[in-house]
């Protein structure tokens, strides 16, 4: 298994989860989402803490990169990536819930969360 069968198997998930996504819209009678389901902030508080995250993100990554020289910054970023993904989908389902865009959040987490582990699983780190 090398990089063809990552890309082969990326390309065919990510067009799945792409009909999937029309699908339950269509279902749910929900409108489409903005352009690569970009979302704006539910509340204030949400985009208090994404700030927070990004603030967070930064300072781990400069002390990453300079304390420790033979770290994996890919750790860090999709740790950050993950962060946000799950902070929007908890923010929609607690104040949003009645627009069931916490449906379509979640499924990007679990969507995320298998790709990650796949890059990671195809392209292991050098320990």
Known sequence: MGTSTFWIISI???IAVYFFDKFLRKKLN???SGFWGYKKHVNSLHKKL???LLFIYLI?????IFKFESVN???VIFTYLGGTLVLRAMMEWKFDRE???Y???M???FTFAFMTSMLFYFFPTAA
């Open 99 to 101: 627009s069931k865009e």
């Open 30 to 32: 929900m409108p489409k």
């Open 103 to 105: 449906i379509f959040s």
């Open 12 to 14: 065919v998930f990510c």
């Open 73 to 75: 910054i890919a750790y």
């Open 60 to 64: 781990t990554s400069f002390i990453f």
């Open 50 to 52: 994404e700030i927070g």
């Open 107 to 109: 499924i990007g987490v």
